[in-house]
């Protein structure tokens, strides 16, 4: 099979990222042919901006890749920006199925993750225009921009452009609601669910530390206040990896609090090295997470998360199974559950770790992701066909 994924790479590499260059090599180990149609953010301008609603250049870019790989099927990711919607009509022109991956909520509300100051946001679920979310500037806080992004939508919404689309992919089951739920139930016999995987990465001379982590983004929706504050002047030990607007409170409070250390951003090795040798993962996130790498990372090393019951995460971390559960936003909750989890005989915990590496094999191993990604490709590609 011939195989073009589009995807629009971030100024600093994200979970999308890495999903797209994970998927590309678990298609080519299974022997298809893979090309990519890269575009990128990385020399933003107002130019991209204002051809957001369609970008000649990228259209013409896409028909030429196309006409020049003959693919028997487009995976696209992220069209924000560099892209734009146009590649699909690039897509349409040459007959050409189409398979895209909705990894956030770009199309359902210009803030992209339903979060917006500090709180989920939902008024763009309603029908009709989005103007709560353009009078409250959920876009970096610009109206002018936010209105852009939504004006986009709104066109391309009133256009039927994302019908072009044979089988859009979400990465759980919460994410399905929503957009079942909003205008998208136009497209409701289009949607269908399937995870993102990770590679299984171990390591020799394993050494048991007696310490919780975190990595990602220091923002807001990601619950780091939440997190520093269940971890705050307690006697268990936490490390905070990656970087962001709130590494100033991240440092602060290491100051004040020295079982917590904050070690800034680390290579993908590093990283994986400090998540294998921890008790267990915290993923305190305040925002309806589409999915969580790391949480698929955690699991493939065995070990258990200690997670907000919000959103997808609820469905991917099941509590005094694979881990443990406890309210978004609630510190309080999270360092009784931090503390039971440290009170937990070598038994129970044993069976955390196995019951987390057995998540991993069944749902997020790439063995189980290729089966259910190549399933999705055949079955649009001879629907596509049937139908023209």
Known sequence: MRILVIHTFYKLQGGEDVVVENEMKLLRENGHQVELLKFDNSNFSFIKLILMPFNLFAYFKTKKFI????????????????????????????????????????????????????????DSLQ??????????????????????????????????????????????K?????FSESHFKAFKDKLIVKPNFTYLKTFENKIPNKYFIFIGRLTAEKGINTLLQAFSYQPINLKIIGSGPLEYVVSDTCEKSKNIEYLGQKSST?????????????????????????????????????????????????NNQNGLTFEAGNYRDLREKISYFDGLSLVKKSSLKKLALETYNNKFSPKANYEELH?????????????Q
């Open 270 to 318: 590093e990283v994986s090295k400090l998540l294998e040798n921890a008790e267990a993962l915290i993923f305190p996130s305040e925002w309806y997470e589409t999915f969580g790498m790391v949480l698929s990372e955690s699991f493939s090393k065995g070990i258990p998360v200690i997670a907000s019951e919000l959103g997808d995460i609820k469905n991917i971390v099941l």
């Open 375 to 387: 399933s999705i490709y055949k079955q649009v590609i001879s629907t596509h066909f049937y139908l």
């Open 127 to 172: 029908p009709g225009f989005p103007w709560s979310a353009v009078k409250k500037g959920v876009y970096k806080n610009s109206k002018i921009l936010t209105f852009w992004l939504a004006l986009s939508n709104y066109f391309h919404r009133k256009i039927n452009t994302l019908n072009i689309v044979d089988k859009f992919i979400l990465l759980g």
């Open 67 to 122: 006409r020049h790989f003959k693919p028997n099927i487009i995976h696209i990711h992220n069209l924000h920006f560099g892209a734009s919607l146009s590649v699909l009509y690039a897509a349409k022109n040459l007959q050409i199925p189409v398979v895209m991956t909705l990894h956030n909520y770009r199309f359902l509300c210009p803030s992209g993750s339903l979060y917006f100051n500090g709180e989920l946001f939902i």
């Open 174 to 178: 919460h994410s399905l609601h929503l």
